[in-house]
């Protein structure tokens, strides 16, 4: 009989030591890339958790991840039929908790003023609003309303959403805020002629104008809730294998090198929520209000979005253009 090492002798070669250091890599790179899942475990039986985009990506992963914690889950879709799809795709996965479909398009005034009322009517209580819908690169268009796409939907759709649900999270308490902002917020820059309409926007930056919007609005949201018990957290969630990048074309040849790069080093969905989750559900959260997430654990606010005299102006401006009472 061939003794062990006269087996490995003989089967030796350092293409299959290559070959194992390779495959060990990867599988650690992309462990790393994924960074961690939620560390609470709650379950959230018959609390109710409103998610705008809920239809695809990071929305409905979160709506998975809410909806096994036995979470009664609304999914604000601009399309209700792939919000339909989703719910689907969520069934497929769990039995647990409860999901239903209604319309918003956060590009219409008049739709998110239908929404809530139809939530204010048909809700006894909102426990978490999860402000996750968003548009990125989008080509140069206006919302119904004549804002600029990407702030329009991004920034003045959730403003004026929040707004008009504020009463019903406040009899709802403890209940939540979640703002899911990017780190290009870090890049944004407000420009009160461009949100105004006096100007033109620089369509390059427009999203990470709307996000770092998004940052500024969640500050001030928690200053001005501050003790009604309404918490408001606000987190980037990392870079997503999502369809947020339906409006930038790479090369087709690009493309297959584009999707490898983006499968080695870009977080899968159910990753990217997962601070999401954690911000909506966790118990040591409670209470804490006006701080920033990501990889599931505070992170400083960048400067830009310490300016209490923009974040107080671009609230002002904000009422105004969507006539808020
Ligand atoms: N993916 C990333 O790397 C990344 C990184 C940082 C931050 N984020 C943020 O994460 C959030 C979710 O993005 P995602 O990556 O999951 O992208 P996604 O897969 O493209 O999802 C975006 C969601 O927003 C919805 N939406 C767009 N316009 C809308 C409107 N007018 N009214 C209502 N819903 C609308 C989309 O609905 P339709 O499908 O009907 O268009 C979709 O459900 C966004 O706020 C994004 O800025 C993502």
């Known amino acids: 009989m061939q003794s062990v090492q006269d087996f490995v002798k003989d089967n030796f070669s350092w293409k299959w030591v290559a070959l194992g ?10 462990r790393y890339v994924a960074g961690p899942r939620c560390p609470s475990k709650v379950l959230i039986p018959g609390k109710t958790v409103i998610i705008t985009g809920a239809n695809c990506g990071i929305g409905r992963a979160t709506a998975l991840e809410l909806a096994k914690r036995q979470g009664r889950i609304i999914l604000a879709c601009r399309d209700t039929q792939t919000g339909e799809e989703a719910v689907k795709y969520i069934r497929r996965r769990t039995k647990e908790g409860q999901l239903i479909v209604k319309k918003l398009d956060l590009a219409s005034l008049k739709s998110v003023k ?23 690169q989008s080509p140069v268009a206006k919302t119904e309303d004549g804002f600029e796409m990407q702030m329009g939907v991004n920034h003045l759709g959730h403003f004026y959403l929040t707004n008009l649900l504020l009463d019903k999270l406040k009899q709802s308490t403890p ?40 940052a500024l609005f969640a500050r001030e949201l928690a200053k001005k809730l501050d003790g009604t018990g309404v ?7 990392g870079m997503v294998r999502t369809s947020l990048g339906r409006h930038v074309s790479f090369g087709a040849l690009a493309f ?11 977080k899968g969905e159910n990753d990217g929520c ?26 400083p606010w960048a400067k830009s979005a310490t300016d209490d005299e923009v974040a107080a ?5 904000s009422v105004k253009l969507t006539e808020i009472n």
């Not at 997962?274 to 992170?299: S, W």
């Not at 102006?313 to 401006?317: A, I, M, R, T």
Request: hydrophobic share 40%; aromatic share 10%.
């Open 21 to 30: 250091t390779a495959g060990v890599s990867v599988f650690l790179l992309r």
């Open 114 to 136: 239908s929404f809530c009322t139809d939530i204010k009517e048909s809700e006894p209580r909102i426990d978490v609003l999860i402000n996750n819908a968003g548009v990125f």
């Open 175 to 214: 209940s939540r805020v979640v703002v899911v902002s990017s780190g290009l917020y870090k890049m944004g820059k407000i420009d009160f002629d461009v949100l105004e309409n006096k100007a033109e926007p620089d369509q390059k930056r427009t999203y990470h104008n709307s996000k770092l919007a998004n």
């Open 231 to 237: 918490s408001v957290y606000c987190l980037r969630p």
């Open 256 to 266: 297959p090198l584009v999707k490898l790069l983006g499968w080695l080093l870009v």
């Open 274 to 299: 997962q601070t999401v989750v954690y911000c909506a559900v966790a118990k040591e959260l409670e209470g804490v209000t006006g701080h920033f997430y990501a990889n599931c654990k505070e992170e």
């Open 313 to 317: 102006k671009l609230w002002d401006v």
